[in-house]
């Protein structure tokens, strides 16, 4: 998202105009079960940032002492806030290699990425990048969607899942994500929050191009806080290759707001297991999720992600078995 041109939602011409209109009559029926959910979870929206520090060695998002200076944290505070256009601090280029990071020819065949949430200035995303990287000892590389500010975040969120629109939001990660399967043997998608509607989206891509169809039993995708309403899997690819193409998994606190109206109201959507920690509050990453699943608090191991903590490599068979067929 490095263009200069003003967003779309910015530019509102009759055409543009007579398009949502559309756009909002055919999906109508989602956006009426959209506004049910919002109003039958209200009551856990206030815990998406609290508690904020809830893990003593947690660089939570939202605390000032995890920023190198006043000023970061500000900015982050900042941009979060005012609805300005700006552009993506790292379409797959930034790369966070955790220390000590020795690499061989297993490491060199896989590529992992990182698809950041709303709300999320370009010091966050690095931040977070980094915890994910220190968790799993890999090189991750930062696929940044920048924002706009809350209101403009939360207006292309709910586009791009309820009515679909999700192109402007999901192109540039589908590219890098194909460039990768194409020049790799691994692929790992680990995706937060907004960013699990932009995976649906490239997996639906995928299945769509002949010649990427070869590719996907190469991705894994794994869904934190996630607030997409369908994630599918391929049934003849998976019945080729012997494993879910592409794998999924889901990790969700269950008093998470996001959460609560995505993956946990839409199992019977959602391809790939689903590990759920039932009273747990908070929807950040670095806090909320990540140090519960170094721990195994989700799936008490069994979960494939779980295999890769610490650099370690799960065996060809450590896939969780689901079947719950579209």
Not at 106 to 134: D, H, V, Y
Request: one cysteine or more; hydrophobic letters at 40%; aromatic letters at 10%.
């Amino acid at each position: 998202m490095t263009q200069s041109a003003k967003p779309e939602h910015r530019v509102a011409p009759a055409s543009r105009l007579r398009a949502m209109r559309d756009r909002l009559s055919q999906n109508r029926r989602a956006l009426t079960r959209d506004i049910g959910l919002i109003v039958r979870n209200i009551s856990s929206l206030p815990w998406i940032v609290f508690p904020i520090k809830s893990e003593a060695d947690a660089r939570p998002e939202f605390h000032p002492d995890s920023y190198q200076s006043r000023w970061e944290y500000l900015s982050v505070l900042g941009q979060m806030v005012l609805p300005v256009e700006r552009v993506s601090a790292s379409e797959g280029t930034k790369v966070v290699i955790p220390p000590d990071f020795q690499w061989s020819e297993t490491t060199k065949q896989s590529k992992w990425f990182f698809l950041n949430g709303i709300c999320t200035a370009p010091t966050m995303a690095l931040l977070e990048t980094e915890e994910l990287a220190r968790a799993f000892h890999r090189p991750v590389h930062l696929i940044h969607t920048p924002t706009y500010g809350v209101v403009w975040d939360l207006w292309d969120a709910m586009t791009a899942r309820t009515l679909r629109k999700d192109g402007k939001l999901a192109r540039p990660a589908f590219n890098i994500v194909r460039n990768a399967l194409l020049s790799h043997e691994h692929i790992v998608l680990l995706c937060y929050s907004q960013g699990t509607i932009i995976a649906s989206y490239i997996v639906r891509k995928i299945f769509k191009d002949p010649e990427l169809r070869k590719h996907a039993h190469k991705l894994e995708i794994y869904c934190l806080a996630g607030v997409a309403d369908s994630m599918h899997i391929d049934y003849p690819l998976t019945a080729e290759h012997g494993h879910p193409v592409p794998y999924v998994e889901h990790f969700a606190n269950g008093q998470d707001f996001f959460a609560r109206i995505g993956v946990l109201s839409h199992y019977y959507s959602t391809s790939g297991a689903v590990f759920v920690r039932p009273e747990k509050k908070g929807h950040m990453l670095t806090d909320h999720y990540i140090p519960g699943i170094v721990r195994g608090d989700y799936c008490q191991g069994r979960s494939r992600l779980s295999k890769y903590v610490g650099g370690r490599l799960p065996a060809e068979t450590d896939y969780v078995a689901f079947d719950r067929r579209r």
